[in-house]
Structure formats: structure tokens, C-alpha cells
């Protein structure tokens, strides 16, 4: 991302963060983890997360392309994680504040905008694939072993490592 970009992309923080805490309120609260006032308070290490990958891109790790937020929503069989909802509003809240900082900066080729979205879904959808995953691994409501189908394997660590 273009560095003039990310620096007014840092400076709306604080209103990125109020935007991000409002639109998690609107959201329907599915489990009492999905609480907006539980969720909120990872706002702020996920921006700090977002901005520092966003401004040293050769130290990511990943694909070279955004994966969907349709591919990380089915890595939830059940739907239940509440970090599903938080990073889809999070996502809009910067998407919007990152298109409002590029509207300033008139001296930006379509080709420098498209490059600065991708790269901000790119960073963001890596984040929540990771962290919706890890979640994932502690629900209760995921399947056992005796819950798969007929000659698919589940791997389940019984010793607790």
C-alpha cells in the first residue's frame, strides 16, 4: 500500500475503531462470545495487527490473492463463531475509511486504489481465516470422529497436545 495512503489510513484509526465497535452492535449476537462489548475489546490488537502488516508486506506470509470471505465462512460448519461477524464488519469499517483517505489522495491511478483494496482484503481476510480457524478448533459443537461420514478421517488429537 502506498505510504501516504497508509498514513491517512492510521490517522482515522480512532474513527475506524468507533465505526468497527458501532457496526458489531447491529450485528445479531448468536452466541454470548459474540457480545459486542466482548468483541470490542480486540479491536484495537487487530488494527495494530492490520496496520503492520500493511506496512512491511514482505513480511506476510500467505497467498498472493485475498481469499473469500464466502471460504473463510465455511471453514465454520456451524456458524457459531463470533468472529465471523467481527471481522465482516471490521473489514467494512476500514474498506470505507481506506476508500474515503483514497478520494483525498486525487493523485492515485485506478490501478494504485485497486492495489491498495486488494492489499487491505489481502491482509485483513488473512487475519480472519487464521483467527476464525483457531477458534474453530476449541468449539464444542464441531464433529467427532463418530460424526464423520463413512471413510472420512477427522483428526483429533487425544492426548491433548
Known amino acids: 500500500m502506498e505510504e501516504h495512503l497508509l498514513?491517512?489510513?492510521?490517522?482515522?484509526r480512532p474513527s475506524i475503531r468507533r465505526e468497527w465497535e458501532t457496526l458489531l452492535r447491529t450485528e445479531p449476537v448468536a452466541t454470548p462470545l459474540g457480545n459486542p462489548d466482548t468483541l470490542a475489546h480486540l479491536?484495537?490488537?487487530?488494527?495494530?495487527?492490520?496496520?503492520?502488516?500493511?506496512?512491511?508486506?514482505?513480511?506476510?506470509?500467505?497467498?498472493?490473492?485475498?481469499?473469500?470471505?464466502a471460504a473463510i465462512r465455511a471453514a465454520c460448519p456451524c456458524g457459531r463463531n463470533p468472529l465471523l461477524a467481527y471481522f465482516l464488519v471490521g473489514e467494512r469499517a476500514l474498506l470505507e475509511t481506506l476508500i474515503l483517505a483514497q478520494a483525498e489522495a486525487r493523485d492515485l491511478s485506478a490501478t494504485e486504489r485497486?492495489?491498495?483494496?486488494?492489499?487491505?482484503?489481502?491482509?485483513?481476510?488473512?487475519?480472519?481465516?487464521?483467527?476464525?480457524?483457531?477458534?474453530c478448533s476449541l468449539c464444542q459443537h464441531r464433529k467427532s470422529p463418530a460424526d464423520a461420514p463413512e471413510g472420512v478421517a477427522l483428526s483429533v488429537d487425544l492426548a491433548g497436545r
Open 43 to 69: 479491536i484495537d490488537r487487530t488494527l495494530d495487527e492490520v496496520f503492520a502488516a500493511l506496512a512491511a508486506p514482505e513480511t506476510r506470509h500467505g497467498p498472493a490473492r485475498p481469499c473469500s470471505f
Open 114 to 135: 485497486d492495489l491498495g483494496v486488494t492489499e487491505l482484503h489481502l491482509v485483513l481476510r488473512g487475519i480472519a481465516r487464521r483467527e476464525v480457524r483457531s477458534f
Open 7 to 12: 498514513e491517512r489510513l492510521c490517522a482515522r
